[in-house]
């Protein structure tokens, strides 16, 4: 999997570890894929980590490779890294622009295209998952470079599944929203690790409003992503390829007059 930070896809590496997936940790700070494998297997699941820029085609090949020496082969690619620039387009520069577009665009394209050959070349018909965010799906303001990306990898996904599906490779997205830090803010403490988002965070955990808006009335947890992705990775999903699995707590379907603090819906 591609980026082991202590919220999203740690959450998702948790949870696929406890399938039994084998979880090659990487990520561009060296402490997130180190801690990540280290907890998975304190958790008695098979991990190791591996620092890797996405960005780098020769970093990108190397993991995919060590991942063969280690474990035989990749069946499942999670795509996930991403970088955080909190910019809209008045004040962003196009140098921020960039950097956000080609870690998660460019990122999920060597991925893909590099597991997606060794795929091929073993005869493994494997499973690919982008993370997206609701984020890619409506606008958000101050933010243009991350839901860029995340919208562009929505048809990436759906355009990697038509070329791969001859291959019997399934190519799926899995769409979060605004999560609840709760679990990711425990797991970096846990780590002895510093997370970005977890000032933020803070501030936000003990206040419902960032709920009010999911009509299912709180937001997901990683915990929740990880059943999600356990099922697009297993036979289970055996028929479904292109596909976007929202876990959003229905962010997504609400209607624009939906009003949760009416007494009627207007």
Not at 68 to 76: L, N
Request: proline share 3%.
């Amino acid at each position: 999997m591609t980026g082991s930070s202590p919220n999203i896809n740690a959450g998702i590496a948790y949870g696929l570890a406890d399938e039994g997936a084998k979880i090659v940790c990487t990520d561009i700070q060296p402490d997130y894929a180190g801690r990540c494998a280290e907890f998975i297997r304190n958790r008695g699941g098979q991990a190791i980590g591996l620092t890797c820029d996405v960005t780098k085609e020769d970093q990108v090949q190397a993991a995919v490779q060590r991942a063969r020496a280690e474990y035989g082969g990749v069946d499942v690619l999670l795509n996930g890294a991403v970088v955080q620039i909190r910019k809209g387009v008045l004040n962003m520069s196009v140098e921020e622009f960039r950097r956000q577009i080609d870690v998660s665009l460019a990122g999920a394209f060597l991925f893909t295209k590099h597991v997606a050959q060794l795929m091929i070349e073993q005869g493994r018909k494997g499973s690919i998952i982008t993370i997206i965010s609701t984020e890619g799906h409506q606008g958000n303001p101050g933010n243009i470079g991350y839901g860029t990306a995340k919208g562009g990898l929505l048809n990436f996904t759906r355009s990697a599944a038509m070329e791969l599906a001859e291959y019997g490779i399934r190519v799926n997205s899995l769409t979060p929203t605004g999560t609840d830090p709760t679990e990711g803010m425990a797991r970096a403490a846990e780590w002895g690790v510093g997370w970005q988002q977890a000032q933020t965070s803070e501030r936000r955990a003990g206040f419902s409003e960032g709920d009010v808006g999911v009509p299912l009335g709180k937001r997901p947890s990683p915990r929740h992503y990880a059943r999600a992705a356990v099922f697009l990775a297993s036979d289970d999903a055996e028929m479904i390829t292109g596909f976007d699995l929202r876990v959003d707590g229905g962010t997504i379907a609400r209607y624009w007059r939906w009003n949760p603090g009416a007494s009627t819906i207007a």
